[in-house]
């Protein structure tokens, strides 16, 4: 599976951390960056790329990492057929993708450990959607809000 990896100066470490042991588990992994450390850039810069990459299918899933996670959450959302989420437990981690398709997930380098953050990517890469017909009608509602529409 080809993942998409992005952070600012505030995941910088997580993500590669996370990108390693990607890679140490067999994951074919893209760096949307930061390539280096840099205190003053900013998340969208990294996380609006990978979410292209995945809405356009380059990469199968994302995970995006700023300080707390949520300025991700939100840079990644505003891509069309991105569904992010900042996720902290492990239910979220795979319920996200059963039931709502994530397929980025967000974390905050500065309050998510390595170990929690290393489980956590593990159990959303091996959650599957699971494509009941009410999951699709609730997706095809927030699809029809990304064109637009206010129903």
């Known amino acids: 599976m080809r993942i998409g990896v992005a952070a600012d100066h505030g995941g ?9 042991a990607l890679e140490a588990a067999g994951f074919d992994v893209v760096d949307f960056g930061a ?10 810069d990294f996380v609006v790329p990978l979410a292209r990459a ?14 707390s996670g949520v300025g991700a959450c939100v840079a990644a959302n505003k ?3 991105v569904r992010a989420c900042l996720i902290t437990d492990s239910f979220s981690a795979h319920q996200g993708v059963e039931d709502d398709d994530m397929n980025v997930m967000c974390l905050g380098g500065r309050v998510t450990g390595h170990a929690l953050a290393w489980d956590l990517v593990r159990t959303f ?11 699709g009608r609730r997706l095809a509602k927030v699809a029809d809000l990304e064109r637009g529409n206010r129903s």
């Open 12 to 20: 910088f470490g997580l993500k590669a951390e996370m990108a390693a």
């Open 35 to 44: 390539r280096e450390l840099a205190a003053g850039d900013d998340y969208p």
């Open 54 to 67: 995945v809405a356009s299918g380059e990469v199968a899933r994302g995970l995006a990492i700023c300080g």
């Open 79 to 81: 891509v069309p057929g």
């Open 125 to 135: 890469l091996e959650a599957r959607f699971k494509g009941d017909e009410r999951f």
